[in-house]
């Protein structure tokens, strides 16, 4: 069986022993994202993201009842007793030499995968390692056609998760539930939802 090539960039992510960016992000799923990972792993929303008010009615921003309040998804972070550094990434695990490693591999966020490039609205691909605290990234680190893919998803995704997003909250502003609604619910809306789309995805 022929074994995919990996990227530079994936050398050095897989490389990286501390994987400082794993703590230090706040990492923002698409709901494509969520439902991937709990599709493949058979796990529960809610057993792996969270949610936070968001200050502003973002795309990605949704809501539980009528009192104008908006949320954002975000990945869980581990229970940890450090004071002065943030918490792990709930997937980060750490291996008996020390090594950091993510226990979603292939299934992480595009947030994760596509970090650290970006790309203009002229579609020129930039990297920006910001969250990063090992190294200095230059665009001789990425492959700009592999990145330029990887970043063309992560937009397309959240494109996606803003229409879906805004059936939602479409949703809640036509019922007006008299008491907020449970983010379980929003989470089986969420798989519901990417499970109808799911046959259009990649
Ligand atoms: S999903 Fe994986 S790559 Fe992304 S922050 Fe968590 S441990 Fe790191
Ligand atoms: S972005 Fe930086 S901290 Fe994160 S895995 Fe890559 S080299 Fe390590």
Known sequence: MAIAPVSRKEQIWLACKPKTCCYVATVIPTGRDVWRISRALDA??????????????????????????????????????????????????????????????ALRPMSCQAFPSEMSAGGIVGVNGLGCTCRSWNLTDVDIDVERALVGNRLRDADEYAEVVGRWNDRVAAEAPPKPIAFSSYCDYLLEAYDALGAEGR
Do not use: Y
């Open 44 to 105: 529960p929303p809610w057993t792996f993201v969270t949610f936070f008010e968001s200050p502003t009615a973002r795309r990605d921003a949704f809501v539980l009842d009528a009192s104008g309040r908006h949320f954002r998804l975000a990945l869980a972070k581990q229970p940890s007793r450090r004071r002065k550094t943030p918490a792990p990434c709930i997937f980060l695990m750490k291996t008996n030499n020390g090594l950091h490693r993510c226990g979603l591999g």
